[in-house]
Nanobody, 121 residues
Framework: VQLVESGGGLVQAGGSLRLSCAAS????????MGWYHQAPGRQRDLVAR???????NYADSVKGRFTISRDNAKNMVYLQMNSLKPEDTGVYYC????????????????WGQGTPVTVTS
């Protein structure tokens, strides 16, 4: 199972970006999907996550600006980022908690390689 992110890039403050993440491989089921942000020289922090039923959680710093959504049929998760600020700069990592067809009910965390976002002032 692997995750591949896309949609990062360079944007001016106040602008928007939409990140996408596709899970592929021998997936049996996925529970939580989400996004983490790692600013330069900082630890990786949770941005938002969404359960299989659509329950969402957001970091306080992005509430009202970012929206997470997912397409369960396509095993994809999205992050719509509006009103971007320079402090949103960094690498955004997609993750999920999933089990595989060959090992049912053994859930594990899977991470993408990250997509960079740069917000200029």
């Amino acid at each position: 199972v692997q995750l591949v992110e896309s949609g990062g890039g360079l944007v001016q403050a106040g602008g928007s970006l939409r990140l996408s993440c596709a899970a592929s491989g021998s997936i049996r089921s996925i529970t939580v999907m989400g996004w983490y942000h790692q600013a330069p020289g900082r630890q990786r922090d949770l941005v938002a996550r969404i359960s299989s039923s659509g329950v969402t959680n957001y970091a306080d710093s992005v509430k009202g600006r970012f929206t997470i959504s997912r397409d369960n049929a396509k095993n994809m998760v999205y992050l719509q980022m509006n009103s971007l600020k320079p402090e949103d700069t960094g690498v955004y990592y997609c993750y999920c908690n999933a089990d595989e067809i060959i090992i049912p009910d053994r859930f594990r965390e899977i991470w993408g390689q990250g997509t960079p976002v740069t917000v200029t002032s």
